[in-house]
């Protein structure tokens, strides 16, 4: 008899069981080591498989009682590090890091230090530290994020080719990265305009981690994009759900204003507004990103879209938190500092469609000096569907 039952419910209900063994007894006095590590291990597992951050609070609980009976232990920092970064609390990744015993000097701890780099806008230090860890150490993971960074920063045949290098590294029984590296793949393409390539990975990372709502929320992108409108919506509906959390709200509500349906596009966006501002009255600072976004583009209220985007820039100072901010003021009609972040982001090197179009439109607003012009030249040449149904990540 075949089962219906998806490879993504398998593995969390392997994850359920393993930390239901562990619980209780692994928080026992004296702490075994290996098993509290395992149990805040499943638990940070538990949480990203299901696409809940209130849930990396178990995790983090877990690992802050293991810390003050075990001391500055690097396996246990790595995972803290690993939580904080999820909830971009960078300047809290780059304590951990320190913190914890030998981390810097282990591969997952030098590729972690790239990632933060990179987010600090420290790009050549990020890149740097990828190919001395690949250098050594030649792992999936690390081949996964220098291909990211490359795409990043617009050199999209590099990022393919080292893709192609990390599939390679990929064995049978790792379905779920290899899944999660043909989503990556997919957002590659999709970015370029290319929906078929981008369909057909998306529907590789389905056929190798069936069920999991991350490929279906991309395919949902990808629909939309496509002008699939009932598909999307469809998708979109299971996906929140699945996972009820705002960033999935506005992407919703804002299909639905480019459907036209604007009785479902308030609910959805109002349901969206409520979350982010909910969520950073509580002191999070990980939807800071979404609410510039969302009071630039959705409310058009330029002055808030700035407050939250001067909040993001504050903890990292990248090509990408430059170019939000910089939107934020042209919506508010500060033209002058507009330029000076646009440029600012310019200077990183990174060549992207949604980059340039912004820079286009600022520098359009600036005066006619040709430059707008030519940026939204350039941004239609990287993508030719820029102006499609797409979401903010």
Same mark, same amino acid.
């Given at each position: ?13 392997? @994850?359920? =069981?393993? @930390? ?18 395992? #149990?805040?291990?499943?638990?940070? $597992? ?16 877990? #690992?802050?009682? &293991? ?12 995972? =803290? ?12 990744? !780059?304590?951990?890091? $320190?913190?914890?015993? *030998?981390? /810097? ?43 990211? /960074? ?13 893709? *192609?290098?990390?599939?390679? !590294?990929?064995?049978?029984? $790792?379905?779920?990265?290899?899944? +999660? ?21 998306? $529907?590789?990372?389905?056929? &190798? ?42 992407? /919703? ?11 479902? %596009?308030?609910? +959805? ?11 950073? *009255? ?25 407050? +939250? ?17 910089? +939107? ?24 992207? %469609?949604?980059?340039?179009?912004? &820079?286009?439109? @600022? ?16 941004? %239609? ?13």
């Amino acid at each position: 008899m075949i089962s219906n039952t998806t490879d993504y419910e398998i593995e969390l209900q392997r @994850i359920h =069981k393993e @930390i239901a063994a562990l619980d209780g007894g692994a928080l026992n006095l004296p702490i075994d080591g290996p098993k509290i590590s395992r #149990l805040a291990y499943l638990q940070y $597992q538990k949480a990203s498989l299901s696409g809940s951050l209130e849930k990396l609070a178990d995790a983090d609980e877990t #690992l802050d009682y &293991a810390i003050r009976h075990l001391g500055p232990n690097g396996d246990l920092y790595f995972l =803290k590090a690993n939580i904080h970064f999820k909830l971009h609390r960078l300047n809290d990744v !780059e304590e951990d890091l $320190q913190l914890g015993r *030998d981390l /810097l000097l282990s591969t997952p701890g030098r590729v972690l230090k790239g990632d933060l780099d990179f987010q600090k806008g420290r790009y050549q230090d990020a890149a740097d530290e990828y190919e001395a860890v690949i250098a050594e150490e030649r792992t999936w993971d690390a081949l996964a994020r220098l291909a990211y /960074l490359n795409f990043k920063m617009g050199d999209v045949e590099k990022a393919d080719r080292l893709y *192609d290098e990390t599939v390679d !590294e990929l064995t049978a029984k $790792q379905m779920r990265h290899y899944s +999660w590296v043909e989503l990556q793949r997919g957002v590659v393409d999709l970015t370029r305009g290319d929906y078929e390539k981008a369909r057909d990975h998306y $529907q590789r990372a389905e056929q &190798a981690f069936s069920g999991h709502w991350l490929v279906a929320e991309h395919m949902a992108e990808l629909s939309g994009g496509e002008g699939k409108f009932d598909e999307a919506e469809k998708l979109y509906r299971e996906v929140v759900e699945r996972v009820p959390r705002p960033d999935f709200y506005q992407a /919703l509500g804002e299909l639905y204003l480019t459907i036209g349906n604007a009785t479902e %596009a308030t609910e +959805w966006l109002n349901k969206a507004r409520s979350g982010f501002l909910e969520s950073a *009255d509580l002191g999070e600072v990980h939807y800071y990103h979404h609410l510039a976004d969302f009071c630039a583009d959705v409310d058009e209220d330029g002055p808030e879209a700035v407050k +939250w985007a001067r909040k993001d820039l504050e903890l990292r100072r990248n090509f990408s938190t430059l170019a939000a901010l910089a +939107w934020a003021l042209y919506r508010a009609g500060e033209f002058s500092e507009a330029l000076e972040l646009i440029n600012e982001a310019l200077s990183s090197g990174a060549r992207n %469609a949604r980059l340039f179009r912004t &820079a286009g439109m @600022i520098y359009t607003a600036g005066g006619p000096n040709g430059k707008g012009d030519t940026y939204l030249k350039a941004a %239609a040449e990287l993508n030719p569907n820029l102006k499609n149904f797409h979401v903010h990540r």
